[in-house]
């Protein structure tokens, strides 16, 4: 069945640093794909989403673009601030989401 | 506030006994999912809803499990004898499909459930 399978954490970074989180699917049809963010405390927000080969999700200085041919949707972004710390979800949608585990992310002051 | 609701936030209860969750999905979304997230896990599908049919169930939905959405609104999940394993945070999710397309699903904040 489709699945997918992110980086395992925890990441942690000094504020600034870059950010790469990888993430890979696997999948029969086109998905589409996204990133969820969960702050503490909080509910899942979406973060970027992207629904066909080579389309690039971006929001708040994050972005990741869908390889079909690498089956990937790595999030990146160029300078984490302590706020970014929370944690992120790589994942699919055929119609319900197929949620990866998980990568925890904490941004050092 | 427009969003997803749930409700009770926060439940304890003992082995063996019954609960029931409620979710007030976003008005006029037609689609309605029940997600579990255990500690440390990725949320996992459980069911969802379009109006007031059923339409996939989850393996993860033992008999013990069981769901209903009457009136194409609110939905209601119970879970039956719980047992520790049933220890999660139990998500619901809204969208609206419009002409096949999918779109957004918009968590509400969860019922955390433990099981003693």
């Known amino acids: 069945g489709d699945s997918v399978t992110q980086m395992e954490g925890p990441v942690t970074l000094s504020e600034e640093a870059f950010l790469t989180i990888n993430c890979t699917y696997t999948?029969?049809?086109?998905?589409?794909l996204f990133w969820y963010v969960q702050y503490p405390g909080e509910g899942l927000q979406l973060l970027l989403k992207?629904?066909?080969?080579?389309d690039k999700g971006s929001n708040k200085g994050f972005e990741a673009t869908y390889r079909k041919e690498t089956t990937s949707f790595h999030l990146e972004k160029g300078s984490v601030q302590v706020s970014d710390s929370a944690v992120y979800f790589c994942?699919?949608?055929?119609?319900?989401?197929?949620f990866g585990k998980g990568t925890r992310l904490h941004i050092l002051p | 506030d427009t969003g997803v609701s749930q409700n009770p936030r926060h439940k304890i209860t003992k082995r063996g006994q019954n609960v029931t969750f409620r979710c007030d999905p976003i008005?006029?979304?037609?689609?309605l999912y029940w997600y579990r997230q255990t500690l440390g896990q990725g949320p996992e599908f459980l069911t969802y809803f379009q109006n007031e049919a059923q339409l996939e169930k989850s393996r993860l939905l033992s008999d013990r499990f069981s769901a209903e959405r009457p009136k194409g609104s609110f939905s209601t999940l119970e879970i039956q004898r719980t047992e520790q394993g049933d220890s999660a945070m139990y998500l619901c999710a809204s969208s609206w499909l419009t002409g096949g397309t999918y779109n957004e699903q918009f968590f509400g904040p969860g019922t955390r459930l433990t099981v003693l």
């Open positions: 999948a029969t049809g086109y998905p589409s």
């Open positions: 992207a629904t066909k080969a080579d």
């Open positions: 008005s006029e979304h037609n689609r």
């Open positions: 994942a699919l949608r055929d119609d319900k989401i197929i």
